[in-house]
C-alpha cells in the first residue's frame, strides 16, 4: 500500500455522516459494513510485511489532513514514526490542494 491508495477526502461523504470512515480501499470497506466506525477501536493484526502500518498511517494521516478529528494511533512495537506520518499528511494536503 502506498499513501496514494488512500482517498485524501475519506470524510467528505455521507458515511462520514453516520460515524463511518472509509479506509480508503473499496473491498475492505465492504468487509467492514463501510469502513471504520468513529469512537471504536480498531485492531489491525498480519503477518510482518502485510501493509498494517502504511495502511494504519495513511487513514490517520487523511482524518488529519481532511477533518477537524482527533486521531489516536496506538503502537505495541514502539516503532511508530512521527516524521513519516508529517510526510504523509503533508502529501495529502497537498493532493488534496490539487483535486
Excluded: H, M
Aim: with cysteine; proline share 0%.
Amino acid at each position: 500500500l502506498t499513501s496514494d491508495t488512500v482517498d485524501a477526502q475519506v470524510c467528505a461523504s455521507a458515511a462520514c455522516e453516520r460515524g463511518v470512515v472509509s479506509t480508503g480501499l473499496e473491498s475492505l470497506d465492504d468487509l467492514l459494513g463501510g469502513g471504520l466506525r468513529l469512537g471504536e477501536v480498531c485492531e489491525i493484526i498480519g503477518e510482518s510485511g502485510a501493509g498494517k502500518t502504511q495502511l494504519c498511517l495513511s487513514i490517520c494521516a487523511s482524518l488529519i489532513a481532511s477533518t477537524d478529528s482527533d486521531v489516536i494511533y496506538l503502537d505495541a512495537t514502539l516503532a511508530f514514526d512521527s516524521d513519516r506520518l508529517r510526510s504523509l499528511v503533508r502529501n495529502q494536503l497537498i493532493a488534496s490542494r490539487g483535486a
